[in-house]
């Protein structure tokens, strides 16, 4: 079989102005700008958004779950670190 | 249409957002004050975080226990993280990290004069969380609405982590008051040094507010300082009370009709003073500040160093 597979993209949406860009999907394209038209195309049909991001998924660095515990680990020993870790009594526990 | 005409029309359309509640994001247009105005804020913010570690790093080898420390050590990360969200920030507008720690050092730019006072005993560490990232708080709970949207998504993350702070502060003042008599009056002398230029971080009053009506206007404040830090004297006074401490402020009184306390007025003098550069601790934060970033040089040399030497390998490898 022939390998003529485009590459993969990333899309991410904001939804509305003053919100985060969301990951939505992925698709195939030849370049970035193409995969801005096709994400507009398939991914925002019903005006599910004001802006889009596009990353070549390949330029994507991700922490590996299998290893989630040893990488995030460190930060499991730290109660201390949420604010319900301090019972204050009720007259001042509104901070 | 002429390049003055698209300006207008660019203005109308950015007024018609920001009236609208809607967010300016990175790529819109804006008007250059705009712009500015939102540089100076944010990066005196992230100066703010930044030098605000000074006072309580210098307690962390002090600290009564070691649960204590770990807890301080905690917050200041924390800080430290702030600092690093508020600097990304005010780069989405187009200045470098370079360029504000410059502005920074030359003392063009400031940051908040509370940390110009010195942190003198451990009830200081519990008056700071309480009282200065609780005023911190206020401020930032308002600017969770501000109109543009990176600083306004930095706020909404930053308050997620403040809560701890305050209240980590004020259970060290809660087991002070409980303690020792001398111990007690250590966190009454405390809150005598704090409260004050707490109450001084909001700014000056709204008629003297030099940059404030157009911020207003603009959206990049909700409210205004007058009306914060009315907000902040309320809250704190049952606390205060709750402490079992006296109440700095003579003045202080409760006004039935207002529906707020009213209160004594600010030493303005001491705040243009410390403005100005004459605070007890000026010239030590920022000596600190630029004495910790030239020793830490050959850390960014290193990773420049680092980084060619890879792509090198790499081309190489190509
Ligand atoms: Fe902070
Ligand atoms: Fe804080």
Known sequence: ?95 | MSSEQQTSLQEKQFMHKIKAEEKIEPKDWMPEKYRKNLIRQISQHAHSEVIGMQPEGNFLTRAPSLRRKAILLSKIQDEAGHGLYLYSAAETLGISRDEMIEALQSGRAKYASIFNYPALTWADMGAIGWLVDGAAIVNQVSLQRTSYGPYARGMIRICKEESFHQRQGYDIMLTLVNGSPEQKAMAQDSLNRFYWPALMMFGPHDSESAHSAKSMEWKIKRETNDDLRQKFIDQTASQIEFLGLEHPDKELKWNEERGHYDSGEIDWDEFHNVIAGNGHCNRQRLEHHIKAHEEGAWVREALVAYNAKKQAKQTEAA
């Open chain 1, 1 to 95: 079989m022939q390998d003529n597979a485009l590459e993969l993209f990333e899309v991410f949406i904001r939804s509305k102005r003053g919100l985060d860009h969301k990951h939505v999907g992925s698709l195939h394209s030849e370049d970035h700008e193409q995969a801005l038209e096709y994400a507009r195309d398939v991914y925002t049909r019903r005006s599910e958004g004001v802006s889009i991001w596009v990353v070549r998924s390949a330029d994507i660095c991700a922490s590996q779950e299998d290893d989630a515990e040893d990488f995030f680990d460190p930060n499991d020993d730290k109660p201390y670190r949420h604010a319900t870790y301090y019972t204050l009594p009720d007259a001042v526990n509104n901070m």
